[in-house]
């Protein structure tokens, strides 16, 4: 139930800034990231306050979460980021995004940029398990390695995925000589 209950604070609180009503907006998310019912939802909701705390992301971000068309979704990041570079947030969706959508490659950039530039925990330790998997996703073994190796504890779960990613490499190297992953017809 706390699940569900956090998911219905997130569209209240969704309503809430599409009302300008920043303070109850706020409020919500407050109570989501207290109660903290998944990562996902923990995630969305300090997205979500990173809006408030800047507005010029506000559009964004709406934008963002409130198109179901892909390809604009990844648009409006696009062009949020050439107002906002210095965006944390922005590069961290946007490399998040692309590598959901097979674009590992691209995405790395963002991703390592969100992380130069600093983000709030749940943010920085997902951020960091998207940079394992789009290495992987890339055929770059040796990044996920590289990675691997230089990142701090953080915790059972993430050691475990962090893990998961160096075996496929290193079954994917035993068994095929490299990884397994889509050759691009004119790399």
Known sequence: QSALAGQVALERADLALSQDRLDDAMALLEAVLEDAPSPGLLRTALVQQA???DPSLRPIIASYFGDTREELRLWHLERGLERNPSSA????????????VGAPREALPHLGRALSIGLPEPLRNEAWRVVLEANYLAGDCAGVRTEASGLPDLGPAFRSARDGWIARCDFEEKAFDGPLVPRNAFR
């Open 51 to 53: 809006s408030l705390a």
């Open 89 to 100: 947030v922005l590069h961290y969706l946007l490399g998040r995004r692309l590598t959901q």
